[in-house]
């Protein structure tokens, strides 16, 4: 959520910024303005109304006491708090509509964030080179049901379009992943959680998903009771509300987690060829990194995260490029995002597989997530997010640029030791 006190002031701005994400809200803001207006002014009004009750209220002893009549001053007190209880009332119906109309507002994007669509963002460099085959080369599809590591059949079976089923090396190699991401993670400080995979609706809130998003997901009503939960699309989700509603002292900042989770979406995306496979499903399997910062460690914070990410994708040995997206390919809550993009060779195009982004104080703002800085005051918190990383995109990364010309695939050095010392995936 945007600082209602930095919208007063920046108007402007705000609506600048909004048109960088290729949306045009000046309508909103001008609303959200002219309703702060009069919830300020009515504010006013209800506090000089309630020191004129405390003024009366401190008078009365003194006339009972010197004999004289209070039923006028009573009645007028009556009066004054019957005048008190409606404005409250007006004052309680504006701050709800204010609340309402300011979670319709994007994060603003930062100022070097290039405005557009995805056409204009940026590759900032790339890693290796693109894999050259002296033969004809097979896409991630054929290879991973040729070598038994996939099964799309009975994955359709038993989940659907967009649900498919390790069998073998395949769920071996996934798991290698998850494991290699884990330990280079706990390597570095971070924490790990395992969080629930059924989430609240104030986890969406905070997130910056909801209320705008909240048909994205999958929802889920308990038919014993009212209670009704969502499934995580993300672990980012979960992680921007473990410090919901605290105070974290300086001392604390950053924390640092990663959480590993199957990620559950409901809108897989097309089935074009470039959707094809496990690029893009209804459940994923990804670890997520997020940190808590300080305002002035924001910076350093995504600094680090985006070559965490990076530094993975590396080790693997696969090639892939670090693109900076524009503000209309930045998500809804996030200020910059750079996204870890690797080479399909079979679709001839770089997929994401890791997107870093930096929320500066959305998301805290919505959560009431603060720390006491050494000024001894409170400040929101910054939150920070990368993937690191989802695997239904790396795999296939891995099959199609390490195959070999008879069928088979080499395994990463760096998955070995978590597969037995297996080297390569034969038919």
Known sequence: ???????????????????????????????????????????????????????????????????EDTTA??????????????????????????????????????????????????????????????????????????LGMIDYPRGAKVGGNGAWIYRGAGARLEWALLNFFVNEHLADGYELILPPHMLNYECGYVAG??????????????????????????????LVNLHRDEILSLEE???????????YRREAGSYRAEERGMIRGHQFNKVEMVQYTTEE?????FE????????????LGLHYRLSK???G???????????????????????????????????????NIKYRDADKKLHFAHTLNASGLATSRVMPAIVEQFQNADGSVTVPQVLRKYMGGQEIIKP
């Open 209 to 238: 998903q909801f209320p705008k998003f909240s048909e994205e997901v999958y929802w889920i009503q308990n038919p014993t009771s009212a209670d009704r939960k969502f499934m995580l699309p993300t672990a980012e989700t979960v």
């Open 297 to 301: 460690g924001s910076d350093a914070a």
């Open 1 to 67: 959520m945007i600082d209602i006190k930095w919208i007063r002031t920046n108007p402007d701005l705000v609506k600048a910024n909004i048109k960088k994400r290729e949306m045009n809200l000046d309508s909103l803001v001008d609303e959200i303005l002219a309703i702060d207006v009069q919830r300020r002014e009515l504010t006013g009004k209800v506090e000089g109304m309630k020191a004129e009750q405390n003024a009366c209220t401190k008078k009365i002893p003194a006339m009972k006491k010197a004999g």
């Open 73 to 146: 001053l009573m009645a007028e007190m009556k009066a004054l708090s019957e005048k008190v209880k409606e404005a409250g009332a007006q004052l309680a119906q504006l701050e709800e509509k204010q609340q309402d109309l300011m979670l319709s507002l994007p994060n603003m994007p930062d100022e070097d964030v290039a405005a557009g669509g995805k056409e204009q963002n940026v590759p900032l460099h790339y890693f290796g080179e693109k894999p050259q085959f002296d033969f004809t080369p097979k896409n991630h599809v054929e290879l991973c049901e040729s």
């Open 253 to 263: 900042l950053p924390r640092k987690y990663i959480a590993y989770t199957p990620c």
């Open 325 to 327: 997206l524009a503000a």
């Open 329 to 367: 390919d930045c998500s809804f809550s996030m200020a910059r995002t750079y996204d870890i993009e690797v080479w399909i060779p079979s679709m001839g195009i770089y997929k994401e597989v890791s997107s870093a982004s930096n929320a500066r104080s959305y998301q805290a703002r919505r959560g």
């Open 304 to 315: 680090e995260l985006v070559n965490k990410a990076e530094r993975l994708v590396q080790e």
